[in-house]
């Protein structure tokens, strides 16, 4: 995307760290197979790299035993958030029945928030800002022609709900996932969250955007 990387290369890394979970979550609608409960990229092998959704829980309720620093988590807890990534993921790809265009907008719009930690100038913000009303008037322009345009309005207004309920969900859901086992999950996964745990830039000094581009 041509404006994210005309950003200077501190506030993708700001926008990336800071959204992150929030990214993966809602790509998480697009990878869930509803019929077999499972998640699975386009460029997976079913047989090989598929992740149940047992599995998915299982994960999330043990430490990665390579990690001797991991805390044990709290069973009550991890199994309370992986049900609330679940209720986010059905009600948007199965009750709002959002397309891949529709989660693709949510993602660049979520991406665009102008208010992530450490991005601090003013003339940053407000290039993230509009860049963040750029992709919400497409998204509403792109819903306005899929239905009736009192249908869309209301719609349009439940889909950006859904990334009011994700940034509630963000913090203790990061959780969830940096506490799986490394070797349970897919590479993309992996991707986000060395991203997530990382303080420094990569060695090559670049961002790591595959989870905003992967499907854009």
């Known amino acids: 995307m041509k404006s994210f990387k005309a950003l200077p290369q501190s506030a993708q890394i700001c926008l990336l760290k800071g959204g992150s979970i929030e ?29 149940t959704l047992a599995q998915f829980k299982n994960a999330a309720m043990k430490p990665d035993s390579s990690d001797i620093s991991s805390t044990p988590p709290n ?24 397309d891949e265009t529709m989660l693709i907008f949510l993602l660049l719009i979520s991406l665009f928030s102008p208010d992530r930690p450490n991005l601090d100038q003013k003339d940053l913000k407000d290039a993230v800002a509009q860049e963040q009303e750029r992709y919400s008037a497409l998204l509403k322009r792109y819903v306005e ?11 349009y207004a439940k889909l ?4 009011t309920d994700i940034r509630n969900l963000n913090e203790e859901s990061s ?42």
């Open 160 to 163: 950006l709900m859904k990334l």
């Open 145 to 155: 022609s899929k239905m009736p345009r009192n249908k869309a309005r209301i719609y």
């Open 75 to 98: 069973p009550k807890l991890q199994s309370s958030l992986v049900d609330d990534i679940m209720k986010f993921i059905r009600v948007l790809g199965l009750e709002l029945k959002a």
């Open 175 to 216: 959780q969830v996932f940096l506490n799986m086992n490394a070797e349970t999950i897919q590479p993309l996964m992996k991707e986000v969250l060395d991203l997530q745990n990382s303080k420094e830039l990569p060695a090559d000094g670049s961002p790591q955007p595959a989870v905003v581009t992967a499907k854009s």
């Open 23 to 51: 990214l993966l979550i809602i790509r998480s609608v697009l990878t869930f197979d509803r019929e077999r409960e499972r998640f699975l990229e386009q460029t997976d092998n079913p047989q090989t790299s598929a992740i």
